[in-house]
């Protein structure tokens, strides 16, 4: 055999032939349709901005669609548009927010726009698994349709034995992350909600808190879907008429979806790993951080926030409250709140934020490294300490999350901005000029004077139509793209469902159809190869 045709010992055929079986298995991730809900103000847009970015950073699949309602009739939809991601879309639904044409209630929002959302997409979802986020949420690894490659990274508390958990995602068989939410459901009216006779009426207290006591994401199949997010649009109302002001605004949507779930008889694997969020919960994927060595290359504090591929780490940090790692003797801490952040950060003039924060009694900066170094330290006195790791975990979860976003303004600037932009990073997080004047709420006192801009845009941006009707003009000229959903149900078992749409089918069949091309080329290269390697004995 020819040496050049060996790579380390290894015959090029079969490098070939890995290739293609590469190329295959990349089909089968791209089957992920991510999806996450907003409103259409400057709070939200930021987060949508550092989200799809994240997932950019870490090598995420599939198609990403942000879904927007209450949107003004002045909103720039060419900015909600702009996005890294290449596979990214932005659905616009009616306004939910309103509750029987009067009570405001933004939790509508996303039951009621996520089923709009299946029901209406343009291109319609093809894609067999759908993962349903939150816009406060930066990507650490990829989400897959067969879960984590390593299955010793799935964590899992329960009663169930670890050998029964699985993440994979198929029909009949979704996932989702542990929330405390409790089961406090079981004990609504149900009947009045589900509907007598329903089997949501039928699970009892321990079941609900082993296979619906969770939150985002949320991972089904787009078969199972359909139901769940129709149920969940209907029940979220009923919760609200039927049960009042005894569940909380969030509650009431989040116990919503356990009931569609639990309606249509569809358990989930409750598990721990996908996620981190409250520093002083279980349930969560802190185990990965309380592990950690300080000098792994999964520190974000003292490395780039991307880790290395198939890392002991959460999938996803979820940044609704505050983070407070780093506290001086004075008891005047360092702090990241969502709420802190400045609307306009995106904006080609506008700084990038710093390592400095004010909560009212004076800026302090702090470095990365700083952070780090207070977590881990004995004497370390972090906001909240109830967990022996409660600094080092906040520590990670600032790192992870500000370095994420910071990196996001970069490159969003580098593509759409003109040369010239500002790299400086020396924004403040809560800047005292703009807060002293406003009373604080419990999370601080958000920006909001300071709206995302078209100034600086390169000109092809700079003038771009950011109007609704241009906008639904581009959804409906996106070009039709095929469904592999085949590949999930065959996973599962099981066998095509009666009510799937004709264009999955269509593209299904197109998809078998292209695996005999795949074959035919590789038993082609197979036989020019051998040629070669008889040519040069």
Known sequence: ???????????????????????????????IHIVFSTDCGGYQNWQATALTYSA??????????????????????????????PNFHVHITPNFTLDEGSTYFPYYNKPLGVDHWIKNAVPPVTQSVVVLLDPDMVFVQPLRPDGVKNKDNILYTGYRTRRDVNDSV?????????????????????????????????????E??????????????????????????????????????????????????????????????????????????????????DELETMSKHNPCLNPPKPPEDAALPLLVHYPGEII??????GHGWKFHKK???????????????????????????????????????DSKCARKRNPNSCKRQAWAACQVHKTIQESILRYKEKFCKPGYSKKLNGSLLHPKLVKSVKIDPYGAPIGSLEQTRKGLKDEYMHEDGSKEYHLKL???????????????????????????????????????????????????????????????
């Not at 790692?325 to 004075?330: C, G, H, N, R, T």
């Open 56 to 85: 950019l950073m870490v090598g995420q699949k599939g198609h990403i669609t942000r879904i927007v309602t209450n949107c003004p009739d002045d909103a720039d939809f060419a900015m909600m548009r702009r996005s890294l991601y």
């Open 325 to 330: 790692p780093y506290i001086d003797p004075k």
């Open 1 to 31: 055999m020819a040496p050049e045709l060996l790579v380390k010992g290894v015959p090029l055929r079969f490098l070939l032939l890995l290739s293609w079986l590469r190329f295959v298995w990349s089909i089968s991730e791209d089957d």
């Open 208 to 289: 609900a808190n082993e296979f619906y006591a969770l939150g985002p994401p949320y991972l089904l199949h787009r078969e199972d879907a359909k139901k769940v997010f129709d149920a969940w649009a209907k029940y979220v109302k009923r919760v609200r008429e039927v049960q009042g002001k005894k569940v909380a605004d969030m509650l009431s949507e989040m116990y919503a979806y356990c009931l569609g779930a639990a309606h249509h008889e569809l358990p989930h694997q409750r598990l721990d790993h996908f996620m981190v969020s409250n520093h002083v919960v279980g349930g969560e994927g802190w185990k990965f951080i």
């Open 340 to 378: 802190h952040m400045p609307f306009n950060i995106y904006d080609c003039t506008a700084d990038i934020p710093g390592w400095s924060s004010d909560d009212l009694r004076g800026p302090i900066t702090v470095t990365p490294e700083q952070l780090w170094e207070t977590a881990i330290a004995p």
């Open 170 to 206: 198929y029909e009949g068989h979704p996932v989702g992350q542990n929330y405390a939410i409790g089961s406090n459901w079981v004990s609504f009216k149900r009947d009045l909600i589900c509907g007598s006779g329903s089997p949501c009426t039928e699970v009892n207290f321990r």
């Open 475 to 537: 959804q409906r000229a996106k070009t039709w793209l095929p469904d592999f959903s085949f590949r999930r149900k065959l996973t599962a078992g099981g066998n095509s469902s009666d009510n799937s749409n004709d264009g999955s089918i269509q593209s299904s069949v197109l998809f078998v159809a292209f695996l005999p091309v795949l074959c035919g080329l590789l038993i082609l290269s197979y036989f020019v190869i051998r040629g070669g390697e008889k040519k040069t004995k």
